[in-house]
């Protein structure tokens, strides 16, 4: 009697046998090195100092892999596989970034859609916004791509080289413009090893599939010693390269620098830069202090103490090093924009520029010689005002009579033509102010047209702040510009407390306003804005000058010593026949001294007093003594304003280094602040945006339905009858499943075959099949159109049912007989 043996596999028997539909000989090991190789251009970024989370990057770069693989072990399309990778990739990354929110995964979801919006509202405009939470979503996303192209190329089609070469370009790129200490060399040279071993595994796939075909037997240790010799070649390979004199290759990345200091490459570099952290880098991203078009006033500062450039000049004046000028202030944004019109470029140096008529005596010239500290420089630094500089230069300016090119020039900012590099140096000339007290007070009010049409608008002054700089004058007794320029000055530096760890400004006040009465600390930033707000409410001319203090005199070097640190902006006014003159509203920099007696300091108005700060430690060194101003008397004149003291600073200021800011690391917890209460109905702006966000996105959402719609029911079947149009539109979506139909099958052959895979589409295909079968090839039937739809209505279900199962499960496959 025959034995009954079952043939029902068992459990290990089923998982060997998914086992073996998806990986093939040697494709743990490649799936081993794709998973290496998409890694490594994450730790490289970690390693140049990129601001990303790797606790989200790393496991984003890891899955991409690993679905990439599922997904080209699958039957579907190119096409199809990407978009189902990018839709499993959107919401892993959400899920993965949203789970390291300490209050859960409902606020982390929260926390990233906002972080999102307040990033794109920062971009559309001219905010700036930095947040790395944004940045490691955007990181996160490209290496999604880079893995699922990796693992499909690899293992789909076969094309190593479209699988390597966009993550080499990471890896290049960020090497190429990475100028920090860390040494990147390493991952490169894996990355390179490792691409050498998937070239050598592609080959011998291509050769064991031709030995296959001709009936060649293959050894079963033939691949690991393949490995073995590949390796062995692919250190020899990289050994051999490494030795190679490159000789030019600094001249090569020189002329790439070159090549990025192209306008429109300017351009995306500021819009970078007000929106990406960039650690040491040059290029796109290099450290160009105030570099950008435009100015946010922010929250934190965080400065180092890199050294940017030494300035040989004469040590007895006091310098401020200008990058750029800032004039127009945009209230709604809390930020400063340029006002320059022309751009001239002059590549023989050197650049003159043009100056106004001016009283004899107001200003002398005064050499200096830059020599750069950083790795890379797109930036001309001076002395106010620049006279001539010894470089080929590209200019943003604007002229005193726009008609007129030989007229006054007056620079917003100086670039040179090539890039500087660490060492480079270069001579300039500035017009610096040699004006008194006296002669200040003096100048009138009889301004230049230009004067009046660009430096005393500004946009809607909060009232509160009009009636701040009212009231300090008013009770300084300044009458003269220069007077309530001095007084407005010694306001702040006696009542504003320097800080450089402050939060962000709240939405929908202006910043000057809420640094003056709610915060009432801050750093230089504010303090210039401030002023130069409230000295054109006063009518004054002024305007906002961005670069570096003076920095630190070396005596061994016989130069100013200037650092990061150092990073500074101030306030220039402008006087009739005696041009810009700096001021220093800001409390940690020293006070310029012209031999003026101090103006009495107006105290706060006591009828808005604001609320005082909790005290905070002292961030910055001591500012130089200076006399302490009196209380001003109940009615002063112009007498009390000028009595001589007993001991009258003098006229020329020594040369010793003013006190700068010393960096500091943010707290965890920011600093006790009683801000004002905020608007009860400020969230209704924010969130009209965001419904008008979201009514974009469910429009966008229609459209793409809709196209995908008529791509799959309508796509060149206008001309069909209904019946025909039916069995095409069968046809078609059967490839959602896997199902292709040879040419040569007949109707019924491809209905028996359907229904085999798909029973439960047996009535609305065979229903479909029998009414296109009697419409080619039988007697017209009328009445038959509603039906053919109806029956396609119910095919359709069933096939997407099937489909989306096949989606969101895709390692399920088919085993035997569908049920």
Known sequence: MATLVSTNPTRWQRLLGVWHNYFLPGDVTTLFMALVVVLLPVFSLSAAGWDVQM???VPVALLSVVLGFVLARSQYSELFGLLISTIYGGCAILLIAAL????????????????????????????????PLVFTLLISGLFWLLGHNLAWHLFRIDRVWRALLPIALVLITNSVYYTG????????????????????????DAREWD?????????????????????????IVLLVAWTIPMNDIQDRLNRFQEFLQSDPLVELSELWNRLIFSPETRGPTTSDYYGGDSLQLSGAIRLGDEVVFLVDAPPERRYYWRSRVFTNYNSGQGSWTSSATHVLRDPQPPLEIAQEPLVPGARVAVEQQFTMG?????????????????????????????????????VSVVRPMEVLYEGDTYDAVSWMSAATAQQLRAAGTNYPQWVRDTYRQIYPTPLRVLQLAQQIVRDAGAATPYDQAVAVESWLRTNIEYNEV????????????????????????????????ML????????????????????????????????????????PGYGWVEFEPTAAQAPINRGDQPIPVAQQPPTQPPP??????????????????EPPPDNPTDEAVTEPQAEPPTVTPTFTPSPTATPVIVPTQPPPIRPEPRDPFAFILPALGMALVGVFLIVLLLVALLFIYWWWEWRGMRTLSPISRAYARLERYLGLIGLRMASVHTPDERRDRIVRELPVADRPVTAITGLYTNERYGPPRPLRHKRAERAWSDARLTILGRFLRRTLMPWRRRRGTTQ
């Open 55 to 57: 606790e989200t990057l």
């Open 100 to 131: 390291r929110h300490p209050d859960g995964i409902g606020a982390g979801i929260y926390n990233v859609f906002s972080s999102l919006f307040l990033w794109l509202e920062a971009a559309l405009g001219d905010g700036l916004n930095q947040d």
């Open 181 to 204: 200490a860390a040494n990147l060399d390493i991952y490169l040279i894996a990355f390179t090893f490792l691409a050498l071993l998937l070239i050598i595994r592609s080959n011998l």
């Open 211 to 235: 030995w296959y075909v001709n009936g060649i037997r293959i050894p079963r240790r033939l691949r690991r010693h393949f490995y073995r010799i590949g390796g062995l070649l692919a250190l």
């Open 374 to 410: 950083l790795n890379a420089s797109r930036l001309v630094y001076t002395a106010p005002q620049p006279l001539r500089v010894e470089l080929a230069t590209r200019a943003n300016l604007s002229y005193a009579d726009i008609d007129d090119p030989a007229s006054p020039m007056f």
């Open 502 to 533: 402050i939060p962000s400004p709240p939405m929908g006040q202006d910043p000057v306003e809420w640094f003056l009465f709610d915060l009432r600390q801050g750093y230089c930033n504010y303090y210039a804005s401030a002023m130069v707000l």
């Open 536 to 575: 054109r409410s006063l009518d004054i001319p002024a305007r906002m000058a961005a670069g570096f203090a003076q920095g630190e005199w070396n005596a061994a070097e016989n130069a100013f010593v200037v650092r990061e640190r150092d990073a500074h902006t101030w306030v220039e006014v402008y006087f």
């Open 612 to 629: 005082t700060p909790t005290p905070l430690p002292t961030l910055t060194p001591t500012p130089s003594p200076s006399p302490t101003p």
